[in-house]
Structure formats: C-alpha cells, structure tokens
C-alpha cells in the first residue's frame, strides 16, 4: 500500500486498520476509570458526570464500523452513531442519536475527484484537504455563512501515525511505538509553553491490541497515574 493510500485510510476512524485493530475485531468495549487521590491513595472517581465512561464499536466482517455508542457513569446512553456506506467503502453519511433514538445530528459526506473530502452539517461544513506528498492533512471548519471557523493541521509520519496537531489553540505532539499505539503526548499554547504532558503504557492480546492503557500525567519529572482504559476485544470466529 503506498503512503497515500495509508494517508486516508488513518484519517477516520470506522474500520479496523484506521482503529489501529489487528485481526478480524467485531466489537471493541472500552470501560475508562479515572482516579484521583484520597488520602495518599489513587481511588476511582465516581462523577455521575462523566459522559464517556463506556464506549462501545462494532464491525461488519469487511471491517466496517456499522455502530458507535458511549455511555455515562449511570450507564444511560449519551450518544449513538450509525454511518452509512457508498458502493466504493467510503463513508456517504452518519447520523447522531440520543438515549431516546432521536436523531440529533447528521453529517453527509462529498467525496471529491481530487481525493478531498467535504463534510456537510446542519450548522455548516468541514472540508478537508490532503495534502499527500507532505504527510499533512487539514480540517476547515466552516460556518452556514460560509465563513472560516477554525482551521486544524494534522501531521503523519511515513506509517500513517498521527505524529503533531495544530489549532488556534496551540500544538501537541505524538510520539508512537512500533505497534502504532500512542506512548507520548505533550500540549502547548501559542507562544511555545508547555501546558500538559502525558505518557501511556499498555498490555496486549495475543494479537497484538491493546486491552488495557494507562495514562500517566508528567509533573515535576513524575509520572502519576490519572486514567485506567480498559478493552473487551472480541473477534469473529
């Protein structure tokens, strides 16, 4: 597959090698449990509102994400996403639910000759443009006027793995191990301050996918444990 190709396929995440998934995966359940510290020990903070405790996706056997929910501490459902699917693989459109199944929002996608993409919402739009032959891809967000909203810069390495994002905001950069699983991630503001770091460490299945992540914040050259990530795999027979 030549960089290109990989280029696209990492952008979105609806199917197994864009979820970074080896093997034939037809759900994947993350559970995360923050932790906070009570009384010199890290505990699990149990905040009803913690919107995206559990996350739940599930595949077709052609790898295809055909379902996307997450759920809060109390385990009502906070959102759900069906994407639809053209003859060709790529996305046509997604729709957003609620608990209750209305629908919240929609997007449609436009799928252009010269392999940009344009996402079209009820308040506006997103085009995004690859720019393949520098590893860059960029996200304009605009309003239903048309105006420019926002603009973010997304940089790969030669693999495909997101390596640096840009925004109005600041920057953050990724540093990736060899299985393309994210062990680093350090934010900064405009002017080139350091606002937060992080490093992640992860035990594997045997086929090589993470089923459980741990966050660790740096401060003062300690690594704090923050975010425990758990994953149920399962994979088609």
Known sequence: ???????????????????????????????????????????????????????????????????????????????LLIPSYNSKGQLSDYNYYDNNDNLMSQCLFEHLKDGNTIEEWIDGKTVIEYHLRKNIIEQLSYDIEDNLVCRDTYKYDKEGNLIEFCNDLGKTNYIIDLMGNEIEKTQFDLDGSLCEQKKYKYKLDENKNWIE?????????????????????????
């Open 1 to 79: 597959m030549n960089k290109e190709k990989k280029l696209l396929e990492r952008f979105k995440k609806y199917n197994w090698k864009e979820c970074k998934l080896i093997g034939k995966v037809k759900s994947v359940t993350t559970i995360k449990h923050n932790l906070i510290e009570n009384f010199s020990e890290l505990v699990e903070d149990n905040n009803i509102y913690e919107l995206n405790k559990n996350e739940y996706i599930s595949f077709n056997t052609k790898g295809n994400v055909i379902e996307s929910s997450a759920y809060d501490n109390r385990g009502i459902r906070t959102v």
């Open 213 to 237: 992540k741990n966050e660790f914040l740096i401060e003062n050259n300690s690594e704090i444990l923050k975010t425990i990530f758990e994953r149920e795999i399962i994979y088609y027979e």
